[in-house]
């Protein structure tokens, strides 16, 4: 009897304890994760996106498709478009032509053609008429945002033209060469011709074989510069041709002007003794005819006097 009650009375012992650390646990676990949801604050999208943690997904296609999402009338229209797209194709060219042309230079000779292309689209593009749908292309390509690119790209080409002085060498229309500048590039071919013929035996023979071609050139090179109808082209070559003259092949070419200039400098130079000496002989025969004849009469008269006194 008394073993009876002592099992019932373990077993409700261990039921009792079960409940309590089970319960507990159980409990304690609910309330941790509570407080773990508590202590979590609530991130705003913007601090969401900010975060170092936090990276939003962004499609790349999505983004690029924002760009072609604008309305019909802030694009431009096609016609505009196809004449940016002639201009890009020129620009490309030109500037293609250049680069080669840099040295020796030949920026003008060799690349008018594309640069006469160039200001054509480039004057499409600016023009004041009105292309098709009575649209202006020198709005929206040129005036519509603050870097104006297609400007700035054309100013840059611009200068460099202007600054080589190319329309110096190039008749208007962008289609040929000036009469001057063909003659010249003639005498200047010929010049170089002559030095290649000599340049392998003796300087001596290609100096003196060649001195006549080479005073044309610089003759004629001396005219174009006074009358300034030349070009950097020109410029450039006709500066190599007197290297070549001078240092490369060691040749001297005495220039008639220096003779008018030494007998200028030499009669200049005597001017003052010759100014001096005929002063002080202008001065010595003046003397000796103001002081003589007085000399002359006063010894007269006082001779005159004396015969008379006698």
Known sequence: MSFSKN????????????????????????????????????????????????KPVVDPLLSLNLLSTFPEDLEINEYCSELLHIFGQRYVAYLNCLVPAARPVKVCLNCFSS???????????????????????????????????????????????SRSNCNNCIKKG?????????????????????FEKYQQGNHTELCKNCKSPYKNVNELYSRMETNNTMCIDIEDAMNMTRKLWSKNFNCSFPREETVPVIAVSSFMLFLPIIFYLSSFLHSEQKKRKLIHPKRAKSYTTLMNIQDKLS
Do not use: H
Request: aromatic share 14%; hydrophobic share 40%.
């Open 7 to 54: 099992r019932q009375f373990f077993v409700w012992s261990l039921i009792y304890i079960c409940t309590f650390f089970c319960g507990d646990g159980a409990n304690a676990t609910i309330s941790d994760v509570a407080d773990k949801v508590k202590v979590m604050p609530t991130q705003s999208p913007a601090a969401m996106a900010n975060s170092p943690v936090f």
């Open 115 to 161: 640069y006469g292309s160039l200001l054509s689209i480039y004057y499409n593009i600016s023009s004041d008429q009105m292309g098709p749908g009575n649209v202006s292309c020198r709005d929206s390509l040129l005036r519509s945002d603050r870097l104006m690119l297609v400007f700035q790209l054309y100013s840059n080409l611009e200068d460099l033209w």
């Open 174 to 194: 962008f289609q040929d060469l000036t009469n001057d500048t063909v003659y010249f590039m003639s005498t200047l071919n010929q010049t170089l011709t002559c």
